[in-house]
């Protein structure tokens, strides 16, 4: 086999050489014959007509010779398909309508695997990724379900487990790194030195942190993020060894990462645990409970997942035992636990491309239909040549096969354009899946996906290439005879189109219904009462340095200096600061408390709820709106009694009926209380589709925060007041970053774009299937009326009125489309229960979707027959006999 | 295409032997080939040339010759086909089943009614 590859490979490569050796070898024989017989005597002349006799023709003998060496076959191919593009060119609205079609399908197709092959597919870009672990504790008993761990039980862990090759901390933090011009604010990743060696990540240059840099008093060190020495340092060469100022110290810089996905967070760069000044601290070090590092591990070679978990369930118990005081009781079911990697960082995406997967999967199966119908019709017009080029001797394989080589071409050459189509739009698709997963940054078009490509370009040729020769008509006669081609023979391919039409119409509902799902629920989350109004709010963040405001007093200082430098600015309406705000990402800290009055005796019982620290006019500023007793006010002073403002969900679910106001609560086990001076509406402060939970909000003045959100509410455009923000913050302090200027409709939008560019690609695709089944539809019919032009001027001479032959060829039109309707119903309700995690407060069946769209999808289909079905109206009874 | 009638199958089958054969004593290109047939045969055997070439290729396709340009005895450009392993082992077995089946018609043909 292998050696007549190579003989066909070399004949191919080589065919003109091939051609001429055989030449060649046959002259030489001739001559030696003719020589030869002139030996004998005969004279030149005879002795060469001779020898041509008793060779035979040459080129039947070469002829012979090429197909021993495979080169026949090939000519043939050549021959077909040089044969096919002459068709297509000769029919080229065909092959516009198809190569269209089969571009959409493919390209699709092709753009949706390379996030697949991109996301889920390849192997994790970290060495021996499949066998990293994320760890969490967590109690089910308590709604507890990713708990981070505390430094102590970080050494606890690294010490006693059994099933990890080790284990790394990590946590992530802002702060601010000074250089020129202006301070700049960096996301830093807090990491345990042996970080990068257990996840198996090289430096691009330098090195990563050596075992013991991260002990105490180390000299701090920084690793930069690829996507941050490229976007700040201008991917700088020499970087490796350039110190900056951070946190009051030198941090030198050692080493920069290649490109990694955006996980566990985008960080820009990365120093070690000791440079942090929170983790650093006392009282992180040496305290259980300060729970704030997450913490990864590599599984040893051989171990299993379930061995991992025993193992980390085994050392959770045991600390529990050892250390009751800083562990929830029994009922809370503690526990700590691993999580793949490979799940942490794909699971968000998986639903959505899921649906989009079987979306693109059903648009390239209407393709084939459509694709399939349309050369049916064109081989319907075919059918003399067919009959023609059998009668002649074609076989009907080699006539089967040169359909197959036309169908072949095409959705080769649809492919190609699909795989342009894709490249052209990956950019739109790669930031789309950049919201549900780190690793859209791996995506791209390479060689799996573009031979995935190439493997559905031919089978899609394939099947829509079998389909339409289902049907062979054998009565060649009949076809060959004048009016053949409007002869009833081809009732086989009439039936076979209705049956293509019943897939497009089932198929194109099936896209419809999951469009109008995605649309409802798009919908209803625009609908929510967002509790707060977004209109012309400028939102920034503002992180104060650490080092600098280390107490209480100073950073009061600086954010009443700043409200009050605001709010003399022309254009501002109200100003506030808070420590975050509604649907920004990262929410306020949760915590526990105790009621006055009303004590818990297990300190896992104490009621829990959301504390944030908000200035006097931030309730005015974003409009929540106060429901009982006052906000906060000016008067709530550093030297006033503590007063707290709570949400409407926390009165209803601690006092029901009861007024809160004038209750007390405590943080501290009653070293100071906090009074509950008013109650304020729910706002969705975590996502549009999750209902808050009981929020306290504190005053900034008693409690100011560190790192903060600063809002301002403007008479006109709120961007245009970033300059006087900027200015009003480096006007009090010069090495003070601000940044990420965002207006409270651009985070409420960011909220709103996933279901929406979902809803909007569902939307394309189900317009797509519903302009090509409709065109489907319409050319069915057309050809239809066109085939019993005579019988319906038969019918109309005879006095059958109009309206009547119309509503006939409509009721024949619609009988696949209503079959189409009931089948995609079936699959409709599949689909949908797949896409119900999409969904928000939509139901899968939700009915009114499935009336509106069986609606639609029937008006289209009955307008798409009418309009051919019309001519008929317009037929004068003669003129159609005689064209028959 | 042209399709071989099924008869030649058996002629083809021998005149791949009888080529193996030929290229077993020494390698020859393509008319020498046919000119030894006819010689060794006492002039019995004509090969058909036009089946001369086919042959070759074929063989040639199946591994049991390899061919190469080389100097015909006049000087002139030929291209001389000589034999593989495995055309060898081909031509024993060919040889041998040729000798039995030849064996079997003597048998047949000399039977005399008991």
Redesign the interface.
Known sequence: MI??LA?LGRSLLRRNAVER??D???R??L???IR?LEERGLDPDTARTKALR????VD??K???R???GL?RFE?VSQDVRYALRGLRRNPGYAAAALATLALGIGANVAVFSVVHGVFLQSLPYGGGERLVHLRQVAPGIGIDNAPFSPKEVSDYAAQTRTLTGVAEYHSMWFILLRDPEPERVQTGVVSANFFDLVGVKPLLGRTFLPGEDAPGSEPALVLSYDYWQRSHGGDPKIVGRTFKMNDRMHVVIGVLPPMPAYPDENDIYMPTSACPFRGSAAMSNDRTMRMVSLFGRMKPGVTLDAVQTDLATIAGRLARQYPEAYPPKEARFTAQAVPLRRELTEHARPTFLVLLATVGLVLLLACANVANLTLARQLRRQREMALRTALGAGRGRLARQMLTESVVLSLSGGLLGVLLAKGTLGLLVSFAARFTPRASEIRIDTPVLLFALGISIATGIVFGLIPSFPQRRNLVGALQEGGERSGAGVGRHRLRSALIVVQVAISFMLLIGAGLMLRSLWKLQQINLGFKTERVLTTRLDLNFSKYRDLESRRAFQIRLLERLAGQPGVVSAAIAGTFPLNDGGPQSGQFEIEGSPVSNADMRPQADFQNVSTDYFQTIRIPLLRGRGLAPSDRADTPYVCVINQTMALHLWSSQDPIGRRITVDRGEHWIQIVGVVGDVRQYGLDRRPPDQIYLAQAQFPPLSSTLLVRSAADPLSLSRVVRDAVHGIDSEQAVDRFRTLEQVHANALASPRLTFILLGIFALLALLVTSAGIAGVVAFTVGERTSEFGIRLALGANPREVVALVLRQAMTPVVIGLALGFAGAHLLASAMSRLLFEVNATDPPTFLAMSAVLAAVAAAASFLPARRITGLDPMIALRSA | MTVLPARTDLLQGTLDVLILKTLALSPMHGWGISQRIQQLSREVLQVNQGSLYPALYRLEAKGWIRSEWGNSENNRRARFYELTRSGRRQLAEETESWERFAAAVGHVLQASAP
């Open positions: 050696r007549r003989v050796e055989m060649e070898e046959m030489f024989h001559e030696m014959e030869k008793d060779f035979g023709g039947k003998h002829e012979e010779g197909e021993i060496r026949a043939a």
